[in-house]
């Protein structure tokens, strides 16, 4: 005898998916035999740099690294992150207490919550924004309070517009510059005022710096936590998938304030038990490692990137050029929404784009484009799109 399954409240309550619709006119028309360009995902195309492949081949040959690693990280990688970030932002870290690592950042993005989030608690999330801020805050049976992201403000939350009644309860606020989907950077005079409202109202910052290396024209993005006094306010995600091209390896890591970094770890050991440690002997290559393979790939993304703009323009389209992040944010034309401009392009070009709407109402109006295509691609996806029109 069978018998219904009902899903759980927490799944009932999330927001629709509003990418189902290209989703379906995709695979209708992959059916058909469209020779699609996709612009859809924020999946890099690029392999990974041949030494970190061949550390994970030493790594997973050592018996050592087939047990159980350690939940909270190698103490090796850990020190390699410590000692990247110095580097990188002249931010020290102790790797003992201010360093966790995580099995890509959306697994610690998903688990922070849990740890601060008490039901009835305020989790606020910037929108148009990676969906995970959200179902992490609503899975901890925290509620959301959306700060919308306008192009009249550089695409920054306006700290301002905030209630104080909602800020009282607010326990920690999502961030993420260079940002997904806007591809906005963030200024320091913006993050310093975000410390000063998170000192006000005891919040704790997560800044999500998922692109903090996918950067262009010399602009180098930069940490949250070298603000003054961020570290005693926030922790910061970061991620080895898209500088490295290793989104199917999954890790990443979150630093920064040494109790909430201790608190997400107590979540991940009742729920995970860590990454595999050749994928971390494999991290540690890729932030010891030359770092010229970062750079090769962001020249890379620069020539899509001015190839798509300089095609959008001349057809008409309105769109900032992205100083960072793989990702174009261009204005639907008159006449369209995100979704009908999105579903013109797949029917009419077989291109896909991502209706900005799903990522938010505030994305109403725009398209997200992702330079994940070669050049060439990229070449044939603009005279597409021009000699389509709209
Ligand atoms: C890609 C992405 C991530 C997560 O990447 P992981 O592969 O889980 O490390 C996090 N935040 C944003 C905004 C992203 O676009």
Not at 175 to 180: A, L, R
Not at 187 to 198: C, G, H, I, L, N
Not at 237 to 255: C, D, E, P, Q
Request: charged residues 20%; proline residues 6%; negative net charge.
């Amino acid at each position: 005898m069978t018998f219904m399954i009902e899903k759980s409240d927490r799944l009932k309550a999330l927001p629709p998916y509003l990418f189902k619709e290209i989703d379906r006119q995709k695979s209708e028309a992959r059916k058909k035999g469209v020779d699609i360009i996709d612009l859809g995902v924020g999946d890099p195309d690029m392999p990974t740099p041949p030494h970190i492949i061949e550390a994970l081949c030493k790594a997973a040959r050592d018996p050592a690294n087939h047990r159980y690693p350690s939940y909270s990280g190698m103490v090796a990688f850990n020190e390699a992150v410590a000692a990247w970030y110095q580097k990188r932002f002249q931010v020290t870290l102790s790797p003992e207490t201010e360093v966790v690592t995580l099995i890509g950042s959306k697994e610690g993005i998903a688990n922070i919550p849990l740890a601060l989030i008490n039901p009835g608690d305020v989790g606020l999330a910037t929108s148009p924004g990676y969906p995970v801020y959200n179902t992490g805050i609503q899975f901890a049976g925290g509620q959301t309070w959306f700060m919308d992201l306008y192009k009249s403000n550089q695409f920054l939350p306006d700290l301002s517009a905030i209630p104080d009644a909602v800020a009282a309860k607010a326990k920690l606020m999502f961030i993420n510059y260079p940002n997904n989907p806007t591809s906005a950077v963030a200024t320091s005079e913006f993050f310093k005022d975000v410390v000063r409202f998170a000192e006000k109202h005891h919040i704790i910052v997560c800044h999500d710096a998922a692109y903090s290396e996918m950067a262009f024209d010399g602009y180098r993005p930069p940490s949250f936590l070298e603000t003054d006094g961020a570290k005693d306010v926030g922790v910061e995600f970061h991620s080895l998938s898209k500088t490295y091209n290793m989104t199917g390896w999954r890790i990443g890591f979150a630093v920064g304030r040494a109790e909430v970094i201790q608190a997400l770890g107590q979540v991940k050991s009742n729920i995970d038990s860590g990454v595999f440690q050749a994928v971390q002997y494999a991290g540690i290559a890729a932030l010891e490692g030359d770092q010229d393979c970062v750079a090769a790939m962001n020249l890379e993304y620069t020539r899509r990137r001015d190839i798509l703009l300089a095609g959008l323009r001349e057809a008409g389209l309105s769109v900032e050029t992205p100083r960072a992040t793989f990702y174009a944010w261009i204005e639907v034309p008159k006449g369209y929404t995100s979704a009908s401009f999105a579903s013109h392009l797949l029917t009419q070009a077989g291109i896909v784009a991502t209706p900005g709407n799903g990522f938010g109402a505030p994305g109403e109006g725009y398209i997200r484009m992702a330079l994940t295509v070669s050049v060439e691609r990229m070449k044939e996806a603009v005279a597409r799109i021009q000699s389509t029109g709209f």
